[in-house]
């Protein structure tokens, strides 16, 4: 499995070599490690949420960052500092070029070193991709869970559910409880099979598990990610307790930037696979924002555009198809490459200024939806934006 960007083998060797020159401090707090083809960022923001409305001190890990790579390690809804971010990178400059560090491998160790500096008594980590070989994988924590598994990131996981089931469930670890969320009978028994081969007891939440409370984050979807995020508390009880009113508190709280996110008459949203179109098109109709809906869609090279475009030009009245100028250049999508099978249904437009201009031209609302590049070069133009909410 190559690394991303390079043709090296992943490994966790670089992460743990960073962290054993920090002295480990992974180990000075309690962990909770959450991975899934969608959907856990947002169940990660909610256990964050509600453990910190329970009393603890709790740090979250996320990944990637819309605008600022500080809005990854977030303690008590404060950032990392910029000068604590300096002196950490420069503290692990010499490892990272030593060890050929990747930039998430770094990040996830200056997250690790924040939190435990900060005096975190939970962190919430979010894998950054697949399970067994990110470099999250370094904890030991105290509950694990994965929310489901879809075909995304195929030339790194596998051409095949089941070889991404497989690396999503390479988190469970023996003893630690493993919460499956995953509805679908295919993919839960791949991730149950795994998990029970690890050593890990499994916790199921069923299929049909909606939390019925109230959730800032909007969409079908995010009631079923607060049914997974319920449970994981529930397992976590026995280390860090919680009531069901702090629970509740946290959850109807709970927010993260691009998730069905409205500023205005702007609409954003990191949607970037079929799955989280889906979900996606099923949100703008059961939570219509008002007005005819213009999309602006960008996604990478990787991604299924024309399934996507076809699934969200059944909800939005114009579409507009762009490439987001911060995406690296060999991840770019060609935009010509689809054209025949995109200009029926959207314009084309590798200028996203142009595209904005003319999308938020009259009434109505302008979604803005795919990678967290396109989503975030959008945020970063828009007055008096914070990233950290």
Known sequence: MPRLGGGAKWSLEPTRRMLADLGDPQERFVTVHIGGTNGKGSVATMVYAA??????????????????????????????????????????????????ASFFEATTAIALADFAARGVEVAVIEVGLGGRLDST???????SAVTNVGMDHTEFLGDTLAEIALEKAGIAKAGVPFVLGDPDPATADMLRCAAVGAGAPVMEVPAEAIYAGPLRLQGRHQRKNAAVAVAILEALRPKLPTSGDAVAAGLARAWLPGRFDHRGRWLFDVAHNVAGVAALAEALVSHPPGGPVHGVLGFLRDKDAVAMTRELATVLERIWVTCPSSAPAHRRMDLESFAAEIRPLARIEPDLDRCLSEAADGAGTVLVAGSFHTVGDVMARLPGFRPFG
């Open 137 to 143: 994988n370094v904890v030991c924590p105290a509950v």
């Open 51 to 100: 453990l910190q409305a329970s009393g603890y001190r709790t740090g979250l890990y996320t990944s990637p960052h819309l605008v600022d790579v500080r809005e990854r390690m977030v303690v008590d809804g404060i950032p990392i500092g910029e000068d604590a971010f300096a002196v950490w990178t420069t503290r692990l400059r010499p490892i990272i070029e030593a060890s050929g």
